[in-house]
């Protein structure tokens, strides 16, 4: 839908997710790498800023959830967050673009920038409301506030 192309192929892949991720902060822009609009392979940098700051969880064990200043909050249940039974089961996601980089304001009001290796997958859930960076130390789900994704892409 958002690449307005038919999918491609299907990429199976191992990924190991947690019980629980961890607020970091609110998102505040994303930038990410994708196709999307052109012909296959013409890949574009994009940015999208988040006017309704949707919170970003991270594994407990990540840096980011190891400097938060919001340790009483709640975490969020992953296999409930993306609709399965166990972490261990299978999952499809649609995926989005090649994330490039993350920004956010922790509990701080601080600025956090994580950058990735361009081929770190940024997918979305079915329902198209949470956003999930396939990260080396584990997922990053970003949800909350006004975030959808429709064919023209994130809003809000």
């Known amino acids: ?3 307005q192309k038919e999918p491609r192929e299907m990429v199976e892949t191992t990924y190991d997710f947690p019980e629980e ?5 609110k998102a505040q822009r994303i930038l ?3 196709d999307k609009w052109e012909e296959d392979g013409d890949f574009y940098t994009y940015f999208h800023d988040f006017d309704s700051h949707p919170t970003v ?6 840096s ?7 340790r009483g909050a709640r975490p969020l249940d992953v ?25 956010i304001v922790d509990g701080e009001g601080k600025k956090q ?15 198209l409301k949470t956003l999930v960076v396939l990260a080396s130390d584990g997922p990053i ?6 975030l959808v994704v429709t064919e023209r892409g994130i809003v809000k």
């Not at 920038?113 to 329902?127: A, E, H, I, W, Y």
């Open 57 to 62: 969880y991270a594994p407990p064990a990540s």
């Open 113 to 127: 920038s994580r950058k990735f290796r361009g081929q770190t997958p940024l997918c979305c859930t079915s329902d």
């Open 64 to 70: 980011w959830a190891k400097k938060r200043e919001n």
């Open 32 to 34: 990410y790498s994708s």
């Open 21 to 25: 991720v961890v607020p970091v902060g």
């Open 79 to 103: 296999a409930r967050t993306l609709k399965m039974e166990h972490v261990d089961d299978e999952l499809q996601l649609p995926l989005l673009a090649k994330t490039l980089e993350l920004i």
């Open 1 to 3: 839908m958002w690449h």
């Open 141 to 146: 789900i970003i949800r909350g506030g006004q």
